[in-house]
């Protein structure tokens, strides 16, 4: 961490500098932004909500009745924390059951395995699948191999996922968790089965969504713990010939109606204008969905009802979106980019908090370059809360990462990752996972960010290509 401290420390300095060349934050907004910080470092409030979400509804995977629960908890929370206006949009989302998932070593040393079925696979048999296994270091390694040496066969994709604070070493290896199957069986795999896409150490399997391919066998794929696959590394320096019998019984059972949940502060003079706040309201349905996303629920929603009590609300409309099925493919975010389509040119910036609860450590951009400058002077007071200004190349998050190629400036207000895949998509993902303290650091962030977008007068379109 102590490279974000020096950056800070230049940030302020470079902040304190462009803001003596602007008046783009006049003392009333000043004012206001000191004080949304510290009321929001003294709320319990966005903790509140993740524990009652994580208590009172648990896991909510997307289709499932407690999906619903997630909706009906959603509408009566924000309703009762007083926003202009609280409503709901209807999503279609695919419904998916987990069932039973079992693994194990049949020789040459015969030993269980942990696994989890991955999001969206296929059944084995009845009876399972037993076979042989060939590793390969990655999906690339996969891709190169023949033919031949791949039909029959169970798949180990054995990639490790790199810690970093930005969870950059995702990026990396997520790849054989969502198109595993699809090359797989394009060699002729009879199923695959990857190192869980984490940072962990625990004998616990990490889930996630995985795909299809039009035109390509759908076989079944499974994620197993690290240890587990540290063991068949092990097994395979003893003997090369490894026999795993693996069994799922998922089930793909069409779509259902789902929700997404949104609430609105109405801007005092361009209501019409809009900031958009966001997080993901499902969930996986091993863990009870603390970090992913019940966090960014809490932030979002916490920073939201800071604005709505301010006695002069700002000029542009704060939207909070709490998206369905994030977890299966985006679906609400771009449920929300197709229904909105019509206002996208009225949004005038987007962000979503679905990293976990680690503290926010920078606020990256994507808008018109000569907005950018002007953005580091408006948003300088932000890095009073430990917030680095940083550069121009932002994606927003996953929910509004579809809206930049249609015209919406977005930001990431970037957490502390480093942990966040110790957890992310386990049983693990539960409430003790969350610091109080930086949850709140987290909230007077976006409060801050929201605050000061929907009173900027910055032109920030058009954005800049990726």
């Not at 270091?137 to 604070?165: C, M, N, P, Y």
């Not at 542009?316 to 985006?330: C, D, F």
């Not at 980019?337 to 005038?348: C, W």
Request: charged share 20%.
């Amino acid at each position: 961490m102590k490279s974000v401290y020096i950056k800070l420390a230049v940030s302020i300095f470079l902040a304190s500098l462009i803001g003596c060349q602007t008046n783009e934050i006049n003392s009333t907004n000043e004012q206001t932004v000191m004080q949304l910080k510290q009321q929001a470092l003294n709320s319990d409030l966005a903790y509140d909500l993740v524990e009652s979400l994580t208590v009172e509804v648990g896991p909510r995977l997307a289709g499932s009745s407690k999906d619903l629960i997630a909706v009906q908890w959603a509408e009566f929370k924000l309703k009762s924390l007083g926003f202009d206006k609280v409503y709901k949009e209807p999503v279609q989302v695919p419904v998916w059951l987990r069932g039973e998932a079992k693994a194990s070593i049949v020789a040459p040393f015969p030993q269980p395995l942990v696994i989890t079925a991955l999001g969206g696979s296929v059944a084995t048999p009845e009876n399972g699948i037993e076979a042989n296994i060939i590793r390969f270091d990655s999906l690339a390694a996969l891709q190169a191999a023949s033919v031949e040496d791949v039909t029959g066969k169970i798949v180990f994709i054995d990639h490790i996922t790199e810690r970093h604070i930005t969870g950059k070493g995702y990026g990396k290896s997520v790849g054989g968790r969502s198109r595993g199957a699809i090359a797989a069986a394009e060699k002729g795999a009879l199923a695959v089965m990857i190192r869980s896409i984490g940072t962990d150490h625990d004998r616990m399997a990490h889930t996630g969504m995985m795909r299809y391919k039009d035109g390509v066998t759908r076989i079944p794929a499974a994620a197993m713990s690290s240890p587990d696959a540290d063991l068949i590394n092990a097994m395979l320096k003893r003997d090369a010939n490894i026999t795993i019998n693996l069994l799922l019984t998922a089930q793909n059972q069409g779509f259902a109606t789902s929700y997404n949940v949104i609430a609105e502060v109405t801007g005092s003079s361009k209501p019409d204008e809009i900031v958009l706040i966001g997080a993901h309201l499902d969930s996986w349905d091993e863990g009870t969905g603390a970090i992913d996303d019940g966090a960014g629920v809490g932030i979002v929603t916490a920073a939201g009802k800071l604005i709505q009590d301010l006695p002069v609300k700002p000029a542009r409309t704060v939207r909070v979106v709490l998206y369905a099925a994030e977890e299966l493919g985006l679906v609400g975010g771009k449920a929300y980019a197709k229904a909105h389509h019509a206002e996208l040119d009225k949004h005038y910036i987007a962000a979503e908090s679905d990293f976990g609860a680690g503290r926010i450590y920078q606020v990256d951009f994507r808008a018109s370059e000569t907005a950018y400058i002007e953005l580091l002077a408006l948003t300088a007071s932000m890095t009073n809360n430990g917030v680095v200004l940083g550069h121009n190349k932002a994606s927003g998050g996953p929910d509004v990462s579809m809206l930049p190629s249609q015209g919406v400036p977005v930001a990431s207000l970037r957490q502390d990752g480093t942990d966040y895949f110790d957890y992310h998509h386990t049983p693990n993902d539960t409430l003790d996972k969350i610091d109080p303290a930086a949850l709140q650091q987290n909230v007077a962030a976006y409060a801050q960010f929201a605050y000061l977008m929907a009173q900027s007068t910055i032109t920030l379109r058009p954005i800049v290509a990726k």
